[in-house]
T-cell receptor, first 108, second 116 residues
Framework: GQSLEQPSEVTAVEGAIVQINCTYQTSGFYGLSWYQQHDGGAPTFLSYNALDGLEETGRFSSFLSRSDSYGYLLLQELQMKDSASYFCAVRRDDKIIFGKGTRLHILP | GAVVSQHPSRVICKSGTSVKIECRSLDFQATTMFWYRQFPKQSLMLMATSNEGSKATYEQGVEKDKFLINHASLTLSTLTVTSAHPEDSSFYIC????????????FGPGTRLTVT
């Protein structure tokens, strides 16, 4: 089986930095992905880490530690449009298994 | 590139009827498509994996006779919810894996199903 744990909600201030953590337990682990989903919309891909370390894409960065079964998504210079749900997901075989999601609230 | 469409975007049907949802990869060929269901404020739950030209593989707890999946071509998969009930009301999302890029999956915009 597999399980992913991430906080259900996080609140941050516009312009600040926020980190969303994810721990996972799964067999056949290939990598950790992050997706963003706005209310009523479909998930959009943000990043994928197959190897340990930090991947940076603009204001978003993602980190993976395979030995710790842990990763995080770092969002910098938060904007109001970043208010959304963020899901970590593991790739197992050819499937993507999603965590329960973290709802990010941004205060002006 | 890598666009996946779903039709319809929203559908309302009466209890007991069936509804078909289409998922198309518009600019790539997808040997594998995936169907997810998402209830409000919950995660995406994988329902089934659809492979072109073969039977779908359903996740544990998903009724294959209720959720019929057909993947007749490399660009089209359909999900038919048969004998729909109000508890089937949900957001159904498909994703498609590009045959040429291995593990990359692209998500459709989703279909909001309401059963009255």
């Amino acid at each position: 089986g597999q399980s992913l744990e991430q906080p259900s909600e996080v609140t941050a201030v516009e312009g600040a930095i926020v980190q969303i953590n994810c721990t996972y337990q799964t067999s056949g682990f290939y990598g950790l992905s992050w997706y963003q989903q706005h209310d009523g919309g479909a998930p959009t891909f943000l990043s994928y880490n197959a190897l340990d370390g930090l991947e940076e894409t603009g204001r978003f960065s993602s980190f993976l530690s395979r030995s710790d079964s842990y990763g995080y998504l770092l969002l910098q210079e938060l904007q109001m449009k970043d208010s959304a749900s963020y899901f970590c997901a593991v790739r197992r075989d050819d499937k993507i298994i999603f965590g329960k999601g973290t709802r990010l609230h941004i205060l002006p | 590139g890598a666009v996946v469409s779903q039709h319809p975007s929203r559908v309302i049907c009466k209890s007991g009827t069936s509804v078909k949802i289409e998922c198309r990869s518009l600019d790539f060929q997808a040997t594998t498509m995936f169907w997810y269901r998402q209830f409000p404020k919950q995660s995406l739950m994988l329902m089934a994996t659809s492979n072109e030209g073969s039977k779908a593989t359903y996740e544990q707890g998903v009724e294959k006779d209720k959720f019929l999946i057909n993947h007749a071509s490399l660009t089209l998969s359909t999900l038919t919810v048969t004998s729909a009930h109000p508890e089937d009301s949900s957001f159904y999302i498909c994703s498609a894996r590009d045959r040429d890029t291995a593990y990359e999956q692209y998500f459709g915009p989703g279909t909001r199903l309401t059963v009255t």
